[in-house]
């Protein structure tokens, strides 16, 4: 196990369960700065490694079996497939450079035409949700080229989440909302080889909250 293979499935885990790291300390009833990326490392550069105790928080606060977690650190890049049953139903997908494009989503930018792929998601999910594929790896370690994001854009995107942010000009990216004003908006990256951005609400034509992964 590898010091980046444990922090790669903490964040993973917080993804799927729609939360930030700080969210998911919360949540496990630890301070919200436990998983930040700062945290990671002591000032020597030496790794720092969660604890056990934490671990077996966050699983206990998550529902996550041991097992699965193991699955995480040994490479998977989402959990095993929810239960299915009656209520499970189909969403859209799409890839992320399609998601530019004009005719796929409408005014309110929510999705529309017949071009899209389907996924299974929960009956009790956003009615309007969808996923993206992503590419490239401006969205790593958290998102890998391949990997689904499902978006709810029901939900109220609100500082610290992983959200997806369409342009005016066809921009479409995955990133950490960690700021907000009246006037315009700030996303970190989750590859810190790509640095963050300013956008101007006006040039904004969707927010959309990332409510959990798959592969």
């Known amino acids: 196990m590898r010091h980046d293979e444990l922090w790669r499935a903490i964040d993973t885990l917080a993804a799927e369960r729609g939360l930030s790291t700080s969210g998911l300390a919360r949540a496990a009833g630890l301070d919200p700065t436990s998983f930040n990326p700062s945290k990671r490392r002591a000032r020597n550069g030496l790794p720092r490694w969660p604890s056990t105790e934490s671990i077996a928080k966050i699983l206990a606060a998550t529902s996550i079996s041991l097992d699965n977690f193991a699955a995480l650190v040994a490479g998977a890049r989402a959990l095993g497939p929810r239960i299915a049953d009656s209520r499970a139903r189909k969403i859209p997908v799409i890839g992320v450079a399609q998601a530019g494009q004009d005719g796929y989503f409408d005014d309110a930018g929510y999705p529309v035409g017949g071009s899209w792929e389907q996924v299974d998601l929960p009956q009790n999910a956003d009615p309007n949700a969808y996923g993206l594929r992503i590419s490239g790896n401006s969205m ?62 006006a040039d904004l034509t969707a927010l959309h909250r990332i409510a959990w992964a798959s592969q």
């Open 140 to 201: 790593e370690p958290v998102y890998r080229a391949g990997d689904i994001v499902i978006v709810a854009p029901h939900a109220t995107a609100r500082i610290g989440d992983r959200v997806i942010a369409r342009t005016r000009a066809g921009e479409v990216m995955a990133k950490i909302l960690t700021r907000r004003t009246a006037t315009e908006i700030d996303l970190a990256s989750f590859n810190p080889e790509h640095p963050p951005r300013r956008i101007a609400l």
